[in-house]
């Protein structure tokens, strides 16, 4: 086993720099299209004046960076944490444009969000602020130009404040043509039935087709989980159903672990009041954080933030799975140390796009006046997830390549094979 304590500095845009640069050299990239694939199309900042509930003035930062939409309009979420800055929205964006593309969606790349942690701020508060960031916003995003969506603390009802903000700004007969602006809305207000567990139902089949490929199934695999918001849930609440038990769960405020299993809807109810906190639950013994990625089990779901598997931690990393529910959570020096000790890596841009997949059905039912259920959308993703799937497939076995290399050359081949057929403008 390859062991390193070398710490890693790198952030997520020279990550995904990395990768791409990685691709284009294997592929050959054109050098016209490289050069326009390398760099952002559009990067929006806006300062912003919001009233809080005791009468003081905040000024906000709010990003929008469109990183291509050669395929489509501009596609990404909205996320509100505190590391949100210009170079983590380059990073998702980039990210967000293969993930469009390697999906096979009409959509390009883009991703943004305020620099705020949500938890300081009321209710009310919330919604002053999303509201008035949608308008400073204004014409940079629209249902056919940019679509947002939910992603780090933000959800359906922020989306619904922005569709509301959105719609609020055009004539009355031009806010029905509007609704689709955002996706990931509440289904009461166009929103699509199930896009709630299209991410986590995406990472929990990325996991089984992978397992099947190899003779196995779920049954008695052991996962541990970061992260427990909307993708940890449902990653957990698929793979248990399936037979798999989560032994051990990390957020921000504590790692817990029961070698026996752990409720997945218990620890969700238990979270609940506490805004999204684990700690404190009774059913699981809380551990040391060091501790966290070490343990002992079949997979390993990182649903929370970027470039947290690095050289500090990958070599600890004893499960034969990573399955990257959240963007970018493995930097390149902790890629090489888990793929020469053997570890399969499910990326991003292919194990996480559930999400995006069902955010495309939201926008064409809103956009066709349709109302789809639940089962149509879950067999809709599974069939879309499983057909992406054994296209990396053969390319990883066709390439004798990483799963996260074949993913990249099939998503960055179709954008130059557009530019190649489109030529560039004039």
Known sequence: ??????????????????????????????????????????????????????????????????????????????????????????????????????????????????????????????????????????????????????????????????????????????????????????????????RDRATGYGVYLSIKLLLKTKGEDLKGKTFIVQGYGNVGYWASHFLIEDGAVLIAVQDAHATIYNENGIDSEKLAQHTEPRKGSIKGFSEANEIDATEFFGLDCDIVIPAALGNQITAENAYRIKASIVAEGANGPTDNEGEEILLQNGVTILPDIFCNSGGVIGSYFEWLQNRNGELWQLEEVLQKLEKKITENFYKIHAEVQKREVDWRTAAYILAITRIETAYTQRGIFP
């Open 1 to 194: 086993m390859l062991k390193t304590k070398t710490i890693s500095k790198q952030n997520m845009y020279d990550t995904v720099m990395k990768q791409f640069n990685k691709t284009a050299d294997i592929i050959e990239l054109n050098p016209n299209i490289r050069k326009i694939l390398g760099i952002t199309n559009n990067e929006i900042i806006v300062h912003f004046p919001v009233k809080m509930d005791n009468g003081k003035v905040e000024v906000f930062t709010g990003y929008r960076v469109q990183h291509n939409n050669a395929l489509g309009p501009y596609k990404g979420g909205l996320r509100y944490h505190t590391t949100v800055d210009i170079d983590a929205a380059k990073a998702l964006a980039m990210w967000m444009t293969w993930k469009t593309s390697l999906t096979g969606l009409p959509y390009g790349g883009a991703k943004g969000g305020i620099q705020i942690d949500p938890r300081d701020y009321s209710l009310a508060e919330l919604e002053r602020i999303t509201r008035r960031f949608t308008y400073a916003l204004g014409e940079n995003i629209g249902p056919e130009h940019d679509i947002p969506a939910p992603d780090v603390n933000t959800n359906t009802q922020t989306m619904a404040w922005i569709a509301d903000t959105y719609m609020s700004t055009k004539s009355t007969s031009e806010r029905s043509h509007n609704q689709h602006v955002v996706t990931g809305k509440p289904v009461g207000s166009g929103g699509l039935e199930g």
